[in-house]
């Protein structure tokens, strides 16, 4: 007869148990139905969303009758003129969203970056963020 062994948990690099919850974080993606595709929407969301400000984020949501939330992004050439630091900020953006996309109301969101984004590093621009979102959640 086989040995029946239990299924040890799986831990991350830093020692931390995958939960549940990071199992489905993991397999949230970010597909077209997760995205502002058009100026129309953007236009919407901007007009009569509600805005939250930081030094380095602008935030517009409003709620949407979607069962997920939906992102949009701006990050012009006014913030960074080099494309690859504009392209890390809206990876880091996406990967922000992506995470807590479970956590977050059904609203539209629009983050625009300013100018003083592109020169915080990863670390500080994730912390923005999260608190950003997590002050969205709580309302």
Not at 30 to 36: G, I, P
Not at 58 to 66: D, E, L, Y
Request: no cysteine.
């Amino acid at each position: 007869m086989p040995d029946e062994q239990k299924a040890e948990p799986d831990y991350l690099p830093d020692g931390q148990q995958i939960t549940k919850e990071l199992k489905q974080a993991e397999n949230t993606g970010f597909d077209k139905s997760k995205r502002l595709l058009n100026s129309r929407q953007y236009q919407h969301v901007l007009r009569q969303g509600r805005t939250y400000r930081n030094p380095l984020f602008i935030m517009v949501s409003k709620p949407n009758t979607r069962q997920t939330g939906r992102l949009g992004i701006t990050v012009s050439k006014k913030v960074s003129k080099r494309a690859v630091d504009r392209n890390r900020l809206k990876r880091l953006i996406r990967e922000s969203f992506r995470k807590l996309q479970l956590s977050l109301p059904n609203n539209d969101f629009i983050i625009i970056a300013r100018s003083n984004a592109a020169h915080a590093d990863n670390r500080t621009i994730n912390h923005t963020l999260t608190q950003m979102w997590n002050k969205l959640a709580r309302q």
